[in-house]
């Protein structure tokens, strides 16, 4: 973070008021909002040169290109960290919550969809006759190599670990086929390969701002608007997916005249799309085990299921394999991914370092127990945890954990709330302590033992350095 703090202080000429860390997804870049008396930036710091590269060189071009990016205003030396403008701390994905909750769309919501639409067509006619697709990071466009790649992604990485069984010579053999018919389509737009709603910011309702883009290439503009309409989560209504699409088709010339083909070409690109995503939902859900990407699988696979009743290519082993994936009960849709609550709550020792959030979505509290008096000090408790009788006395006589529990607990039971009536199904509550073995134990604990009174909901406890792991 020093370096960012360094990069903005050479830009405005002070040092930053506060540098607050941003939810990341599933990269390993790592985000901070930098904010000071005359400007507010995030600041990115990178894991890959040419990544980082192809970001910043992107960004400027798009900017000269009239496009809705963020504005890079200051990179360091070493291209591995880098200042951009401040798109705002809302995404479209966020901000049509209550859409997706009710299914209903205003009319200003779907203008505003329209809109992103437009952009879209903007950035797939662009004129890139000057624009240098050597930047490109991994690979300049959308190969038939980059097609295998993503193919084999979803083979190796949903696949596999999902036990799905296939035949290896018929799969690559369909493999081999779809990429034919991919390449048939055209190359010859600059796409931006995950345009979802996620990656669009808004600084406010007018102003739909595209990020994330370091991956775009050339290639076929319908897999942005695949990307961006099917997006898995994003469960737009299927009538708003038709309009969408023919908004995006009426927003340029070119792509009104090829109305016909574009729309043939739909499906195609519907399942490649689908079956990237589930390559990254495997390896970041089934293989490294986030949470958050394992509940997105189900609303992916009804993706498929729709392809299945009209439009699915012909492939026949694939059109095999995808029917057994959408039959198959591992990813049937449970409780919790329908909207039911669990609460996580746990007890650490920050000598261990911070607690994982095994549910990708990087939210929740995390309370600091080291204020209070430590019976760890005394010789008769050192032996014993927050779940013995003497450490429950200990720290109930004196008083202050009743006063600290309740300030913890306004606002965790606020969050509860909040949480049950806007569909979330996770929410973390942590606990740390020198030792991870008295006042945290204790306190995670009775706040456990809280919620499950006031609330009824599962809730899971974790003791991390003590090895205890329950289910209330």
């Known amino acids: 973070m020093q370096r960012l703090s360094d990069l903005f202080t050479a830009l405005t000429g002070e040092k930053p008021s506060s540098i607050v860390p941003l939810a990341g997804a599933g990269s390993e870049r790592r985000y901070f909002r930098l904010v000071g008396s005359s400007l507010s930036c ?39 960290t880098y200042l951009q403008s401040d798109a705002g701390s809302i995404s479209l994905f966020d901000y049509l919550e209550d859409c997706r909750n009710t299914g209903e769309y205003s009319p200003s919501h779907i203008l505003l969809l329209e809109n992103v639409m437009t952009i879209l067509a903007r950035f797939h006619t662009a004129d890139s006759s000057e624009f240098d697709f050597s930047y490109c990071y991994p690979t300049p466009e959308m190969s038939r190599r980059a097609l295998t790649w993503d193919l084999n992604y979803f083979k190796y990485s949903f696949l596999k670990p999902a036990g799905i069984d296939f ?106 799309r689908t079956l990237q995503v589930l390559g990254a939902y495997g390896f970041l859900g089934l293989v490294k085990k986030k949470e958050h990407f394992i509940k997105s699988i ?15 290519p012909d492939l026949p082993h694939l059109r095999r394999v995808v029917e057994r994936m959408v039959s198959s009960k591992s990813f049937c849709k449970n409780e919790s991914q329908s909207g039911q609550l669990i609460v996580t709550v746990g007890s650490f020792s920050y000598k261990m370092g911070l607690p994982e959030d095994k549910s990708g979505n990087g939210g929740g509290f995390v309370f600091d127990c080291r204020a209070l008096h430590n019976p760890g000090r005394y010789d008769e408790y050192k032996q014993l945890t927050g779940r013995d009788e003497p450490v429950i006395r200990f720290l109930e006589e004196r ?27 996770s929410l973390n509550v942590f606990f740390g302590c020198t030792g991870g073995r008295h006042r945290s134990v204790y306190c995670a604990e009775r706040t456990a033992a809280h919620i499950k009174e006031r609330f009824g909901i599962e809730v899971h406890l974790i003791h991390r350095e003590r090895k205890i792991s329950e289910t209330i």
């Open 399 to 425: 008083g202050e954990v009743k006063d600290f529990l309740s300030a913890a607990w306004s606002m965790v039971d606020y969050s509860i709330e909040r949480y049950m009536a806007r569909g979330f199904t």
């Open 167 to 272: 035949d290896e010579e018929l799969l690559e053999n369909d493999f081999e086929e779809f990429v034919k018919m991919i390449e048939s389509c055209g190359m010859d737009s600059i796409i931006l390969r995950d345009c979802q709603s996620r990656n669009v910011m808004l600084k406010d309702e007018s102003q739909p701002v595209i990020i994330d883009f370091q991956g775009a290439r050339r290639g076929c503009g319908l897999y942005d608007v695949v990307s961006f309409l099917w997006q898995a989560r994003a469960a737009f209504p299927s009538e708003l997916k038709k309009h969408l699409f023919n908004h995006y088709l009426s927003s340029a010339p070119s792509l009104a005249s090829s109305k016909v083909q574009l729309t043939g070409q739909l499906p195609l690109f519907r399942l490649l």
């Open 298 to 312: 189900p609303a992916a696979l009804d993706n498929l299921r729709e392809l299945l009743d009209s439009g699915f």
């Open 42 to 80: 995030v600041g990115t710091i990178g894991v890959s040169l040419p990544e980082n590269k192809a970001f910043i060189y992107m960004s400027r071009e798009f900017a000269k290109m009239g496009l809705p990016v963020p504005e890079v205003l200051a990179v360091s030396e070493d291209n591995m």
